[in-house]
Structures are given as C-alpha cells and as structure tokens.
C-alpha cells in the first residue's frame, strides 16, 4: 500500500468530501479521486458509499480508517526515528475538565516550550468516556481519575487530588452523607469517576439520591451550589482556579474517601515520540 493513498483516504475522511479534500492537499480533484480508486483496488473492497453526490465510510472503510491512522503514525515515528529529530506532529489528549482546569496549563507550557513542533489537540470527557477513546484510538492519551486495570492500557500516575464537599453556605454542617440526604446532588453525567466516588460516599451511610441534577462544567456546579440548588464534589484543586466560591461552604472528606489520583492512560506499545516526551515532561514535575 502506497502512505501517499493512505494520507489522500485520510484527508478525505477528515474534510467529508473529495473536492475539501482536494483544496487541503492542493491538489486538483480527479487526482485525489484517482489515489482513492488506486487504494481500493489495491485493497479490494470498497471504502466509500457514494450517495446524492456524498461520499459515506463503507464498513470496510471504518475498519481501514484506524488501521490507516497507525500506518500513517507508525510512519512518522520511523522517520523522526532514523532522522533523530525532536518530536513533532499532532498529539491528541483526552482530559478531565478539572485536569484541564487546573493541572495542565503549567504542564502544557512548558511542553510547548521545549518541542515547538508538537500541536497538541485536547479534549475534554468523563474518565469512561477517556478510557473508551483510547481504547478505540481516537486520542493517543487521556488524563482519568480511578483507572481500572486493562491489559490494552498502560498507566502513568502524574496527579494527586482531593475531593471535597461543597453547599451552600446556608447549608446546616455536612459531616456524614446523612446529613445531605435530602439535598439535590449535582454532578456530571454516568461516566464521571468522582460521580461514583460522590454515590460511593453516599451508599456507605444507606442514602440513595433522590434528586440529580447533571450538568457539564464545574463553573456550573459551583454556581449552582452557591445560589443554593444542591451539594457536590468537587476536586479542591478546581477551586483555586475559580471565584466563585464566595458563597460555598468547603467540607473535606478525609484522606481515605477523599483522595483521588490523576493518572495518563494510553495504549500498550503504542507511544508516539510526543507523548513519550510528554510522559517525561510529568514524570519530571513528580521528583
């Protein structure tokens, strides 16, 4: 298989059409549609449903597309390889909002400043939804909370958080679950690891939740914790980033029930230059 066709399938993947592609690759369209052809017959089947003048990823075409994304990976790392070049390309991180938040801006600078030819792409999820995007390459790393053993993944702890109470600060004091049984609990969707810690908490006193209120960002919870609505939690870190807690009341939870490590995930045999840079990077914020 020719890397060139492959690049071509890709672009033509990511821009939704021939012609956008085209305009991105600079080139004139009956090239690109002749490098398509040229890759299905190479590969014998069809990658692309053409319909009312769209082109659709046939369920060969989905199954190619990720074998396409390694082979054009695998490419580049051979190259920077035997070239000995610093790392460079697109290093695509999934990561927690709080993580975004508060731990990567200073991790993020630095990187940048040392391998400038990196353009790192991040997207923000609950820890599930990381695990799944891995797994299924959408992103080369994650950044989840609570990581559950995989024999695909490979884990490097970098962060360790509490997570703590916040209510309203007319809120009678909290020192058990029991005393927020009848609150409203706000958190993000299924899927958020400290969502479980939060019903983990709650379970352990008998308290089963009534009343959920999911929303998708801390700024959100914050605020509707201070105007009264209900309680959550929330990582301690995220409130040094943010101003509006002057009408939250903090509750800490313990160092058994409160403590949360931060870990980056990624696919076993599977790290790029960048994110093997990117590894070192925290492991050296560690020491």
Excluded at 212 to 225: D, F, M, N, P
Excluded at 241 to 266: C, E, P
């Amino acid at each position: 298989m020719d890397l060139a066709a492959i690049r071509v399938f890709k672009t033509v993947v990511e821009e939704g059409g021939i012609s956008a592609a085209a305009r991105k690759l600079h080139r004139v369209q009956s090239n690109v549609t002749t490098r398509i052809q040229q890759l299905e017959a190479s590969l014998g089947t069809q990658l692309f449903v053409r319909q009312k003048r769209r082109l659709f990823l046939s369920p060969a075409g989905e199954l190619f597309l990720k074998y396409a994304e390694q082979l054009l990976r695998l490419s580049e790392q051979a190259r920077d390889a035997v070239q000995g070049t610093a790392p460079r390309g697109v290093l695509r991180i999934g990561t927690l909002e709080s993580t975004a938040a508060s731990r990567l801006p200073q991790v993020l600078a630095r990187y940048h400043e040392k391998y400038p030819e990196v353009r790192v792409e991040l997207t923000t999820a609950t820890s599930d939804a990381l695990v799944e995007a891995v797994v299924q390459r959408k992103v080369d790393a994650a950044f989840v909370a609570d990581t559950i053993a995989a024999t695909q993944i490979d884990a490097l702890p970098v962060f360790n958080e509490e997570l703590v109470v916040v209510a309203p600060r007319a809120h009678p004091v909290i020192r058990r679950a029991r005393d927020v049984r009848t609150d409203t609990i706000i958190t993000f969707p299924s899927g958020c690891a400290y969502r479980r810690r939060l019903h983990a908490w709650l379970s352990a006193d008998g308290i089963v939740p009534e009343k959920i209120l999911e929303v998708g960002s801390y700024h959100a919870i914050l605020a509707c914790v201070a105007s009264g609505t209900g309680i959550a939690f929330v990582p301690d870190s995220v409130l040094a980033t943010t101003r509006s807690t002057a009408n939250v009341a903090i509750y800490r939870l313990g160092a058994k029930k409160g403590k949360v490590t931060t870990s980056l995930i990624w696919r076993k045999g599977e790290a790029t230059p960048a994110l093997q840079s990117l590894r070192g990077e925290l492991a050296s914020g560690r020491k």
